[in-house]
């Protein structure tokens, strides 16, 4: 089975859930899967690579929740996001190259900076299309700290 026929078995499935009041356990664990949550992890490793990993991509337009968590032992991050359909690698830089320069790029949400272990969450509602997550301390997003989100109508 494709991973798009099963969604849309499982959409059917959830709609015809709509219209009946008994709730088993089944149902809810299908709503679970539904839902818009984004987890979030970003951390370094020992070879000097950023990463940032999402729980999962694509997601459905509508709310989503991200669930942020700084996994770095010594490193302070931050969560931005912005649509565009710009490959990462060819985003505007600042004089000096270590920081996207955010003021030519239109749209950006900021979660701000989380502290090594820390966690922030952000909700938005996204439309269909394209978004890049990247971190913008200083040499982070060279390093590789960012991903691509993919928005589903
Ligand atoms: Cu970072």
């Given at each position: 089975?494709?991973?798009?026929?099963?969604?849309?078995?499982?959409?059917a499935?959830?709609?015809?859930?709509?219209?009946?009041?008994?709730?088993?356990?089944d149902?809810?664990?299908?709503m679970?899967?539904?839902?818009?949550?984004?987890?979030?992890?970003?951390?370094?490793?020992?070879?000097?690579?950023?990463?940032?990993?999402?729980?999962?991509?694509?997601?459905?337009?509508?709310?989503?929740?991200?669930?942020?968590?700084?996994?770095?032992?010594?490193?302070?991050?931050?969560?931005l996001?912005?649509?565009?359909?710009?490959?990462?690698?060819?985003?505007?830089?600042?004089?000096?190259?270590?920081?996207?320069?955010?003021?030519?790029?239109?749209?950006?949400?900021?979660?701000?900076?989380?502290?090594?272990?820390?966690s922030?969450?952000?909700?938005?509602?996204?439309?269909?299309?394209?978004?890049?997550?990247?971190?913008?301390?200083?040499?982070?997003?060279?390093?590789?700290?960012?991903?691509?989100?993919?928005?589903?109508?």
């Open positions: 089975m494709t991973p798009s026929s099963a969604h849309a078995i499982s959409s499935i959830i709609l015809a859930f709509l219209g009946s009041p008994v709730a088993i356990a149902d809810v664990e299908l679970k899967t539904k839902s818009s949550i984004v987890d979030v992890a970003m951390t370094n490793k020992p070879d000097g690579h950023q990463i940032m990993i999402l729980s999962r991509n694509p997601v459905r337009a509508g709310p989503i929740l991200f669930k942020v968590k700084n996994e770095s032992p010594n490193l302070v991050h931050e969560f996001i912005v649509k565009a359909d710009l490959d990462p690698t060819a985003f505007p830089m600042e004089e000096g190259g270590t920081r996207v320069d955010e003021a030519k790029l239109s749209g950006i949400k900021e979660l701000g900076d989380l502290e090594p272990g820390r922030g969450q952000m909700q938005m509602t996204l439309g269909p299309g394209r978004y890049v997550l990247f971190c913008n301390q200083p040499g982070h997003f060279m390093a590789g700290m960012f991903a691509t989100l993919r928005v589903a109508p």
